[in-house]
């Protein structure tokens, strides 16, 4: 069974930081582009970063760039988003996807066929 799972999430104060964790069972991770997605309450999802099977090509959105970095541990099946510098505005559920071949753009959603649950992040003070 193909399951990606996501965790890490929770409530930081702005400026700190999270590791966001997604751990996939049933397949191999390393062989698939993995996508890091987030939506918040009334907004579309939008894709926040990605990073090709080898490793070798990644994608930030422009609100995340220099503040978010994305990699791969293939002994753990798991791609991590690691999350600098939070700000209220990156409050929103977290979601991973996962497909072996991207047609388009990586940050678009409708590339991906297989998702995680989601994992809540709270920027507050």
């Known amino acids: 069974q193909v399951q990606l799972v996501e965790s890490g999430g929770g409530l930081v104060q702005p400026g700190g930081s999270l590791r966001l964790s997604c751990a996939a069972s049933?397949?191999?991770?390393?062989?698939?582009?993995v996508g890091w997605f987030r939506q918040a309450p009334g907004k579309e999802r939008e894709g926040v970063a990605c990073?090709?099977?080898?490793?070798?090509?990644?994608y930030f959105a422009d609100s995340v760039k220099g503040r978010f970095t994305i990699s791969r541990d293939a002994a753990m099946n798991t791609v991590y988003l690691r999350m600098n510098s939070l700000k209220p505005e990156d409050t929103a559920v977290y979601y991973c996807a996962a497909d072996l071949r991207i047609f388009g753009a990586c940050y678009r959603r409708q590339e991906y066929d297989h998702w995680g649950q989601g994992t809540q992040v709270t920027v507050s003070s």
């Open positions: 990073i090709s099977s080898s490793g070798g090509s990644t």
């Open positions: 049933g397949f191999s991770l390393n062989n698939y582009f």
